[in-house]
């Protein structure tokens, strides 16, 4: 009895510890009699004892290296100290496994080596503006590199580039410059508009004030015409009215039939209305001369 339960025992403390679990995105990489056997992925195991081992074991999650600043030498002589982030997932457990001695140490060194050669190539001015182009480069580069590892590189990142500090006073005053060169533009073409409006506000004005000014003459025209037809038709008025009344009187007097004596003294007012004018000179019918008394009379008047 005692012997089943040594026996027991010791089946108990050979099984369970040779039980494993493998939790997602997880791999073991199982080594047997020395040799590569298989890997193992998510689920339980079972492990043989003293024969099958796990040689490592693998995340097959995306991670993440972010490298120190290292100094890198661009074509035009500058040395400037940029620091790379890589992000890279494991795609195959064996390989990583027995491709590389330490991958990661690796990988690295790969990407320090890369980025000298990329940035070798460049000149400051296209290393500060072409940075998706280096990262293009680079992961395209690495990702090549380290497929015989196992490894996929998904993205690679410049973090930060630090040129000399005399070119960094250099870029400095450059941005300034070029800051006040556009503020400056910018007031130039803001003045401009404002001349322009300023302008386009006189020459409307300018128009409404010409335009009033004409309607106004307009008006006044109106109105002076209108005066003149109303004077021209109160004169015809009063012309008519005399006529009217010099007709009125001459029809009033051939109705009262008037002698020769009436008649001659209607001439004699007429003379006096001639000789009301300007004339200095009057001739008296002769049959006229009996009343001579009147005539001197109209004369006088004439004269004075």
């Known amino acids: 009895m005692i012997i089943f339960i040594i026996i027991l025992a010791a089946i108990i403390l050979l099984v369970i510890p040779n039980i494993k679990v493998v939790q997602q995105s997880r791999a073991y990489v199982i080594e047997r009699l020395g040799g590569f056997h298989t890997v193992w992925g998510v689920g339980m195991h079972f492990k043989v004892p003293f024969i099958d081992r796990v040689a490592r074991k693998v995340s097959l999650k995306e991670q993440v290296l972010d490298y120190p600043p290292q100094p890198v030498i661009t074509k035009d002589n500058v040395t400037m100290q940029i620091d790379t982030v890589v992000y890279f997932q494991i795609t195959d457990p064996k390989l990583y496994c027995y491709g590389v001695e330490q991958p990661m140490m690796a990988m690295e060194t790969l990407t320090a080596t890369t980025l000298r050669n990329i940035i070798g190539d460049l000149e400051l001015d296209q290393t500060l503006t072409s940075r998706d182009v280096v990262n293009t ?38 941005m300034k410059a070029e800051r006040d060169r556009r503020q400056s533009i910018l007031q130039a073409e803001g003045q401009k508009k404002s001349a322009i409006l300023i302008a386009e506000g006189e020459k409307e004005s300018a128009i409404l004030k010409a335009s009033a000014e004409k309607e ?63 004339a200095t000179k009057i001739i008296i019918p002769s049959e006229m001369q009996g009343l001579v008394g009147l005539a001197n009379g109209i004369v006088e008047s004439a004269k004075q």
């Open 137 to 174: 480069k680079m992961r395209a580069i690495l990702d090549e590199a380290t497929d015989p590892w196992g490894i996929k590189v998904n993205r690679v990142e410049l973090k930060n580039i630090l040129p000399p500090a005399d070119i960094q006073n250099s870029m400095e005053k450059q």
């Open 216 to 278: 106004a003459a307009i008006l006044r025209a109106e109105a002076e015409k209108q005066a003149a037809i109303l004077r021209a038709d109160g004169e015809a008025a009063a012309i008519r009215a005399v006529q009217q009344a010099l007709a009125d009187s001459l029809e009033m007097l051939n109705e009262k039939a008037p002698n020769d004596n009436v008649l001659k003294l209607k001439a004699i007012e007429a003379m006096q209305k001639v000789a009301d004018g300007q």
